[in-house]
């Protein structure tokens, strides 16, 4: 027969044993899931912005894609790399405020356009953006 707790000190060891591979297997895997695996979830609209957008105008795609990475608005066609912009966003403001500043002038034909507007996210897959050229003729 067993002697007195000695069912305790068996179910001790076991749930020890248990913990630790709990400890050995479960800390690295929240770890590697914490920082590869899973998405943060953006902290700002710029943060929000990143990645490829197809661009519609009037409710029609076109071949055209705005590729945003960092703070860096690039224009690109079937491939094709085309002008590039430095943004800048004003959260803040209400409607929400963009400026895109050109990166390298030199791509320009004639004069170089700042572009100013506003934007506004609808849902996770959609934004809409309306910019006019502020440059000084």
């Known amino acids: 027969g067993r002697g007195l707790g000695e069912g305790s000190v068996t179910r001790l060891a ?3 044993r248990v913990a630790g591979v709990v400890l050995l297997f479960g800390v690295p895997a ?3 899931w914490f920082f590869v695996i899973r ?34 608005w690039q224009t690109s066609a079937r491939g ?3 002008k590039a912009y430095r943004i800048t966003l004003n959260e803040a403001a209400n409607p929400k405020e ?15 356009p700042k572009l ?16 006019n050229d502020t440059t000084e003729p």
């Open 30 to 32: 929240l770890a590697v």
């Open 116 to 131: 100013h507007g506003v934007y506004a996210f609808e849902d996770n897959v959609t934004v809409r953006v309306r910019v």
């Open 14 to 16: 076991w749930l020890s």
């Open 39 to 72: 998405q943060p979830q953006p902290r700002n609209d710029l943060e929000r912005l990143q990645g490829d957008w197809q661009l519609v105008i009037a409710d029609r795609a076109t071949p055209n894609v705005v590729t945003i990475k960092g703070d860096r």
């Open 98 to 112: 963009i400026d895109l500043d050109p990166v390298d002038p030199a791509k320009f034909v004639g004069r170089v």
């Open 80 to 82: 094709a790399e085309g």
